[in-house]
Each structure stands twice: as C-alpha cells, then as structure tokens.
C-alpha cells in the first residue's frame, strides 16, 4: 500500500510539472500559428511536401496546399474544402486518405489537423455531390459538417 | 509448428504492462495490427474492419501469470461516436470466443474460453481520457477481471504527418492480483499509421512496449 502511495506521489508530482512545459509551447505556437503555416513544409504520406497558405478565411478554412493539390488544381480539377467533425489524430486522417483515394474522381486530397478540413481536387470534369462526400466521410468514420466549393474553398468568396 | 508457437509466445512473454486503447474499428476496409500488453498478460489482435461501426480478427493472448495461452476470435463493435469540431469520443463493445491452452508446463486440457467487455475513450489533439473492462472466463484455467483507466495530454500539437507526442498515465485494477491496483506512466508516440507506447510499471516493476499499425 505504501509504494502504492509513493508511486501515485510520483506521477501526480510529474503530471503538474509537465503541463507547464505544454503551457509554454502552446503560447508559442499560438504567437507563431499563422507564419509557420506560411513557411512550414508538412510531410505527406506520400513523402510530397505539402506548404500551406493563409487557413483560415471569415467563412472556415480555406484549401491547403500541396504539391499534389497544386498540379491538380493546374489541371483545372474543381477544389473542394469540407469541414471534418473529430478528426483529432493521424489515424483519422489516415482513414480519409484511404476512402477518398480510392475514388477515380479525386486527383489530390490532404486532411489538415490544425484546420479539421478535408481539402479535395478532383479530377478534371469530375464532380462529386456533398451527399457522396458525406457518406464518403461516414465509411471513414467521420462526419461532415459544411462543404465548400469554388472561390469558397479558395478564400477567393467575397 | 511448435517451434513457431513457442517462439510467438516468447515474443509474447517479452511485452509486458499496460492496455493499449487506440482505435479498435478502422475505416471501412481497413486492417489494423493491434499488440496488447498488461501486467496479467500479452496480446496481439489483428482485425479487418467491414463496416465503420464494427471489426472482427483473430487473437492470440498469452496469460502469463496462470500459464495459458487463449485463441480466439474477437468482434469488436462501436456503439457510439461523439463528434465534435475540436473533440472525439468512442464508446465500444467487444468479446471473443476460442480455445485455452496449457503453456509453460501446465498440462491440462484445453477447454473453451469467451470474454467480453467494454471500452470508452475520449480525445482532443492535446488531452485524452479512456476506460476499459473486460471479463474472461477460461473454465479450469480461471476467471479475471480487470479494469483500467488512462489520462494524457501532448505537450505539442503536431499536424498531419508529424510526430505527435503523449504523456500518460495509466492505473489498472485487478481484483485476483496480490497487487490489485498498479501505476503505469508511459509515453505514446503517434506518426502515420503506427502508434508505439513506451512506459514502466512503478508497481510491479515491469517496462512496457505496445504498438498499433494501421494500414
């Protein structure tokens, strides 16, 4: 019982020295967001690099992009942003790569953490409804809160 | 064959502590590699995922502490996602069915064994929390329960693709253990598809290593 208590001594002592630490990166981050979104490079899965733009527009987060949604934009593919209910880690994101891949009518796709947003290319001439991308989202095991298409998912909307 | 049980064991009996909890449905189509180790015993799950709400695969669990090794085939169902924007929530039931079978020098017969239980977590990119039980019922190799509960926060939030980083804390309950209550802090480590924690049991003294692998 007695090493019991040390022991649970010794993690509460740990856990309330740590989140300090935590507490100084996240007021870093919080002062830095923007540019490092800028400037960073992000790896794929693929191994592309993905360089993100602005994130956010008045209306949600904007497309991110990569160099794979770049050459797919090039090619005059329709640029679609949809906002992604509980998506909080890489196997999340991992699930809407795998079900969105496998569609002939996406070109480029990249989930984006920081914004929760599912940007897609598609390929050109290719369409695809919300309902598709919805039920798309729900065999990832997720939940599509709002699309946006066009200048919308650009941040080009006035 | 036996040579190649012995050393699955024995790879087995190396993994030691803790539940692992990390996404036990996939995607729809999904597979997934899921290695489990607890003070009591080792595991190692492999599950396909049909649909978004279930899976199923074969497990293979080493009891270490009563000498038996369990086959079985376990389903594994999602009642309940809660969603939000900056938040997940998971609320699942499993179970297994399969055969017990002596290791270690324990000759009795193999005979039927199931389990079943419950797990429940809930995440965001920075905080986590998660429970789960189970009871196993392996006729005269025995009967446990155990339950355990795990709290975490990542110092950093990384994005898409970069190494994200957890500080947590594990306490387990096992009513038949002479150390019925145990303390486990361990770090996870999470990039792409593959999940790997690192920790050491401060009650009975043991490290662990877990793993998951998504692909």
């Known amino acids: 019982m007695n090493l019991l208590i040390k022991n649970i001594a010794m993690i509460t002592a740990v856990c309330?020295?740590?989140p300090a630490t935590a507490q100084e990166h996240h007021a870093h981050d919080d002062h830095a967001t923007h540019d490092m979104?800028?400037?960073?490079?992000?790896?794929?899965?693929?191994?592309?690099?993905?360089?993100?733009?602005?994130?956010?527009?008045?209306?949600?987060?904007?497309?991110?992009?990569?160099?794979?949604?770049?050459?797919?934009?090039?090619?005059?593919?329709?640029?679609?942003?949809?906002?992604?209910?509980?998506?909080?880690?890489?196997?999340?994101?991992?699930?809407?790569?795998?079900?969105?891949?496998?569609?002939?009518?996406?070109a480029a796709i990249f989930v984006d953490l920081d914004t929760k947003a599912l940007s897609l290319v598609l390929a050109p001439g290719a369409s695809m409804s919300d309902q598709t991308i919805a039920d798309l989202a729900v065999q990832a095991g997720y939940r599509i809160a709002e699309v946006r298409r066009g200048d919308a998912a650009l941040g080009n909307a006035s | 064959m036996i040579l190649m049980r012995a050393a699955f064991l024995l790879t087995l009996g190396c993994l030691t502590s803790i539940v692992t909890v990390a996404r036990p449905v996939s995607y729809t189509g999904g597979w997934t590699v899921i290695e489990e180790s607890d003070r009591q015993s080792s595991s190692v799950l492999v599950h396909y995922t049909p649909a978004h709400q279930w899976s199923v695969g074969p497990r293979v669990e080493l009891n270490r502490d009563d000498d038996f090794a369990l086959y079985s085939v376990q389903p594994t169902w999602l009642a309940k996602r809660w969603f939000g924007?900056?938040?997940?929530?998971?609320?699942?039931?499993?179970?297994?069915?399969?055969?017990?079978?002596?290791?270690?020098g324990n000759l009795r017969d193999d005979r039927f064994a199931a389990y079943g239980g419950v797990m429940?977590?809930?995440?965001?990119?920075?905080?986590?929390?998660?429970?789960?039980?189970?009871?196993?019922?392996?006729?005269?190799?025995?009967?446990?329960?155990?339950?355990?509960?795990?709290?975490?926060?990542?110092?950093y939030e990384g994005d898409t693709g970069d190494l994200?980083?957890?500080?947590?804390?594990?306490?387990?309950?096992?009513?038949?253990?002479?150390?019925?209550v145990a303390a486990t802090p361990l770090m996870r480590f999470f990039m792409g598809p593959l999940l790997v924690e690192a920790g050491y049991n401060l009650t009975v003294n043991q490290p662990l290593f877990n793993f998951t692998y998504r692909f």
């Open chain 2, 120 to 155: 429940a977590d809930w995440e965001t990119r920075s905080l986590f929390a998660s429970y789960r039980a189970r009871y196993l019922g392996a006729s005269h190799f025995g009967e446990q329960f155990m339950q355990a509960a795990r709290i975490g926060f990542a110092p």
């Open chain 2, 164 to 180: 994200h980083t957890w500080l947590m804390l594990e306490i387990d309950h096992r009513p038949s253990d002479p150390n019925s």
């Open chain 1, 37 to 106: 979104h800028d400037q960073h490079d992000h790896e794929e899965a693929n191994s592309s690099h993905a360089s993100h733009s602005g994130h956010t527009a008045s209306d949600g987060p904007i497309l991110t992009r990569t160099k794979d949604i770049e050459s797919a934009l090039a090619d005059g593919g329709e640029p679609i942003v949809a906002d992604v209910l509980g998506v909080v880690c890489d196997f999340c994101a991992l699930a809407m790569n795998k079900i969105f891949s496998k569609r002939e009518e996406v």
């Open chain 1, 16 to 18: 309330f020295c740590l």
């Open chain 2, 85 to 104: 924007a900056d938040y997940q929530g998971n609320l699942y039931f499993f179970g297994g069915a399969g055969i017990a079978s002596g290791t270690n």
